[in-house]
């Protein structure tokens, strides 16, 4: 019971820092800032946070206007399920998200601190239960440093006092992972895991292909009903995933599972700086290629896009185009991603604050500010800090526990080699989540040195 209350009290700690910032952010920042480019953005929520913002707004007016849930919406090409929680809150909270009398502005009332404090009490709740489930695998002590990381670590912590999806993603990774964290595998825990990972590609897409590796998993580590367990985590997955493709299929006509975000992420961050290396260009020029060609490919195969099904089909176009592309220049691509890689995996915990603070777009941003030069010797050094004590807990949980090895490092893995190439440290915040098991098992084998030379 002493241990279940010191995880407790370090939980509840890092959630008084987590309520503390919101509340810090939600006085300074809930305002709109003052842009060079003469346009206004709110400050905290801003790029696709605003998008998901706005079409919370959106379907609340068309629930209000007699439609069903299934005929709401616009065009899925951003992540399912973050407007869908903002409509909830809307609904909760009373808050009327965007200003009656102007289009698109969001409304600063300072009722945004009732759902900083949700995502952070989700996220104690979720961390609570991974907890529990923990200490019926490792040591104690093990698991007090797992814990401590998740609930203390800024580069995690920074996310709960903000409106993008992390800090939501992160509470169902813990929820997920705890799942799936047990000796022996029982119908609950496969049905109810499978419910959870559908949840986590509605909150990010990214997940998309997560499954394979957690169905590799599975067949390894399930010992008994092998083909029943995997065909109801399978079969609950599949219920999540469908009601998004039915809701498509309803108000669109289309029957579709994937945000047209995907199909396009190749084109716009990636192919122009393959083509630049290619071809010895500037980007800029690069960008105006491609787009030349692929408007020489719409009228060629005649696309209007005056509806979503003959968008979809352009959008797949692009594609395929892309990956052809890419694939076409292994070197250059190669080069590409091992860079943008580097600049993923060096961790930011200051990243929201500087969000919050510096404009979207426009002259006075972050990148290349004072502020961004400042910090990059800091994270550097404290990057190299965590991967040590990560690398220590590598060797120790691999000679402890290979099924909970296993997991952590296909799911860190996963997620690395699927967001790393867009060169944004803010995508490494997923891989946390797994190698704060290696990290709690290489904090743990540090101190066991200590003692061992003091003694």
């Not at 009490?121 to 698991?143: D, G």
């Not at 067949?219 to 995997?230: A, G, P, V, W, Y």
Request: include cysteine; glycine fraction near 4%; aromatic fraction near 16%.
């Amino acid at each position: 019971m002493n241990l279940i209350k010191k995880n407790i009290s370090i939980i509840l700690i890092g959630l008084i820092f987590s309520i503390l910032f919101s509340a810090y952010s939600i006085n300074k920042f809930d305002i709109y800032e003052i842009s060079t480019d003469d346009k206004q953005y709110h400050s905290m929520i801003k790029s696709v946070n605003a998008n998901h913002w706005i079409k919370a707004k959106k379907i609340k007016d068309q629930l209000s206007q007699g439609k069903n849930y299934f005929e709401t919406g616009e065009i899925y090409d951003r992540n399912y399920l973050p407007s869908k929680i903002f409509l909830l809150y809307s609904y909760l909270s009373g808050d009327d998200l965007i200003e009656s009398q102007k289009k698109n502005k969001i409304v600063t009332d300072n009722k945004k601190i009732l759902f900083l404090i949700f995502q952070s009490v989700l996220y104690s709740l979720s961390l609570f239960f991974f907890s529990l489930r923990l200490l019926n695998l490792i040591k104690p002590i093990q698991v007090f440093c797992v814990i401590s990381f998740l609930s203390l670590e800024p580069t995690l912590l920074q996310w709960h006092s903000s409106f993008s999806s992390e800090s939501i993603f992160m509470s169902l990774q813990l929820l997920f992972f705890a799942m799936l964290l047990t000796k022996n595998l029982n119908n609950r825990d496969i049905i109810v895991g499978g419910f959870i990972l559908g949840l986590m590609f509605l909150q990010r897409s990214a997940t998309i292909y997560y499954i394979f590796p957690i169905l590799i998993f599975l067949h390894f580590s399930i010992k008994d009903q092998k083909l029943r367990k995997i065909s109801f985590f399978l079969a609950s997955y599949l219920v999540v995933i469908l009601f998004v493709g039915i809701h498509n299929l309803k108000r669109s006509g289309v029957f579709y599972v994937a945000p047209t975000d995907q199909k396009l992420a190749i084109k716009i961050y990636m192919m122009p700086k393959v083509m630049s290396l290619k071809e010895n260009i500037p980007t800029h020029v690069a960008k105006e290629k491609i787009d030349k060609e692929i408007d020489t490919f719409k009228v060629n195969k005649n696309f209007k896009l005056d509806n979503e099904e003959e968008l979809i089909e352009y959008y797949k176009m692009i594609q395929n185009y892309s990956y052809k592309y890419i694939f076409q220049n292994p070197i250059e691509t190669t080069r590409f991603i091992f860079k943008k890689s580097l600049h993923t995996a060096v961790l930011d915990p200051v990243h929201v604050i500087y969000f919050h603070k510096f404009e979207y777009k426009g002259k006075n941003r972050y990148l290349n500010s004072p502020e961004h030069q400042f910090w990059i010797p800091i994270r550097i050094v404290y990057t190299l800090t965590i991967y040590f004590i990560v690398l220590i807990g590598f060797f120790a949980l691999l000679k402890k526990d290979k099924k909970i090895f296993f997991l952590s490092l296909i799911s860190a893995i996963y997620f690395f080699f699927i967001l790393s190439w867009l060169g944004n440290p803010r995508y490494f915040t997923p891989c946390l989540i797994y190698l704060s098991l290696f990290f709690g098992f290489g904090l743990d084998k540090l101190i066991e040195i200590l003692r061992y030379k003091k003694a």
